[in-house]
């Protein structure tokens, strides 16, 4: 008997999870072994599930995954390895994709779960096993272990990528706050230290971005110079130092906002 497939084990899986989800009282662990070590015997179901509320009960249910109808003959050839762990089970259903498994070659008490477009829905019902031994301490174990790998684990990941990720995001919010900050402020204390240049060139009548002391008598200020020292005496050198400061601070803020931009990206030089 040959069938196309459609199906791989993972989506199979994803749709028990989600014909079962933890949000209503299931919990779905995959790949759960019957010994913590690789040991002679260690058998291991594709999936168990266990109810975690009274409202759907808290039986336990093995699940084997068939994707084909080999993978099926491989399975009834050798059933007591599904007992290693169906025999702590109260049910044991095969999920295959429709048309894989007859439901008659199934054992009497084993279900037979099929898709049904995002989730799972029974062809055969299981019949519960009545005779459920205990759980060896084991095994036990191993369910701990796939409960952490399977839904803590990832839950931790998660949460400490999103913890990453704002704390990446505030940093970046409060350095970009302080750049604009201190952009404000340079340019503030340069538009203030322009307008006191500005006063000082109208008191002198020269323009100091346009100074040439190599053609003095061609600028129509050299009288204002001589009247203005002669007004200010000794005041003038006192002042041209001053200015002189105050330009040299502009220049250096101006060039430590460049810096700035240049750091940042939004400058290209």
């Known amino acids: 008997m040959t069938k196309k497939n459609e199906y791989t084990e993972?989506?199979?899986?994803?749709?028990?999870?989600?014909?079962?989800?933890?949000?209503?009282?299931?919990?779905?662990?995959?790949?759960?072994?019957?010994?913590?070590?690789?040991?002679?015997?260690?058998?291991?179901?594709?999936a168990i599930s266990i109810g975690l509320w009274p409202s759907v009960g808290h039986d336990i249910t093995g699940y084997e995954i068939k994707i084909s109808y080999q993978d099926w003959l491989r399975e009834i050839r050798e059933p007591e390895k599904s007992s290693v762990i169906g025999k702590h089970c109260n049910y044991w259903y095969i999920v295959a994709p429709k048309g894989i498994i007859p439901k008659n070659e199934l054992p009497e008490k084993w279900g037979l779960l099929v898709p049904a477009r995002k989730y799972l829905k029974i062809e055969k019902p299981a019949l519960k096993n009545d005779d459920v031994e205990p759980m060896t301490n084991e095994l036990i174990a191993n369910i701990f272990r796939r409960f952490y790998e399977d839904v803590e684990k990832p839950n931790q990941i998660s949460l400490r990528r999103k913890y990453n990720e704002g704390f990446r995001d505030g940093l970046e919010e409060a350095q970009q706050r302080g750049i604009d900050d201190k952009t404000k402020k340079i340019i503030n204390q340069y538009e203030q230290l322009k307008k006191e240049v500005n006063k000082f060139e109208e008191k002198i009548g020269i323009k100091l971005d346009k100074f040439d002391n190599t053609d003095w008598a061609n600028f129509g200020w050299t009288p204002n110079i001589l009247k203005w020292m002669k007004d200010h005496g000794h005041q003038m050198a006192i002042n041209v130092i001053i200015a002189g400061e105050k330009i040299n601070r502009a220049n250096d803020m101006i060039q430590e906002m460049v810096d700035l931009l240049k750091m940042e990206g939004m400058a290209s030089y």
Not at 22 to 39: A, M, P
């Open 10 to 46: 993972n989506d199979l899986f994803e749709m028990l999870r989600n014909t079962y989800p933890f949000e209503k009282g299931h919990c779905v662990l995959k790949q759960v072994r019957s010994s913590v070590w690789n040991n002679f015997g260690m058998r291991t179901a594709d």
